[in-house]
């Protein structure tokens, strides 16, 4: 089964749409970055933050609670050099940024955002495994 789904042929996909889609288990294929970006844990909370609208960068620091200057200043960076931010500077003094979702940004931000709901919903479940575990062990 495993040798159908990588075969392009039997898979129905040609080698053209394989490459475009991607190989996230082959080890050079650039969409491991990608989603590395997406799903590291400042990534999730940047882009989970930026559902709600436009923020400078003092706000999402303040909002995200426990990230350095320069983690959420790489994050970000990151996350605009993938499509996702749009970082917008205007010609003033002081300096005024801000940080918005682009459309691409807002479809995966969606998607990140359903997975952080379901861990809250069943974070009970999760942490009664946990302490299950540690009275096991």
Avoid at 22 to 48: D, K, M, Y
Avoid at 64 to 86: C, H, K, N, P, Y
Wanted: aromatic letters at 6%.
């Amino acid at each position: 089964m495993k040798d159908q789904k990588s075969n392009p042929a039997v898979s129905g996909l040609t080698l053209t749409e394989q490459m475009q889609r991607g190989q996230v288990f082959a080890e050079r294929c650039p969409s491991r970055q990608v989603l590395n970006h997406v799903t590291s844990r400042w990534g999730v909370l940047v882009l989970i933050a930026l559902l709600e609208g436009t923020y400078r960068f003092s706000e999402l620091r303040r909002k995200i609670t426990g990230v350095s200057e320069r983690m959420l200043a790489q994050t970000l960076q990151l996350l605009e050099a993938d499509g996702f931010v749009l970082r917008t500077a205007y010609p003033v003094v002081p300096p005024h940024v801000e940080y918005n979702l682009t459309p691409m940004g807002e479809e995966v931000a969606v998607r990140v955002r359903e997975l952080a709901d379901w861990v809250e919903i069943n974070l009970h479940r999760v942490l009664e495994v946990q302490d299950a575990q540690e009275v096991s062990a």
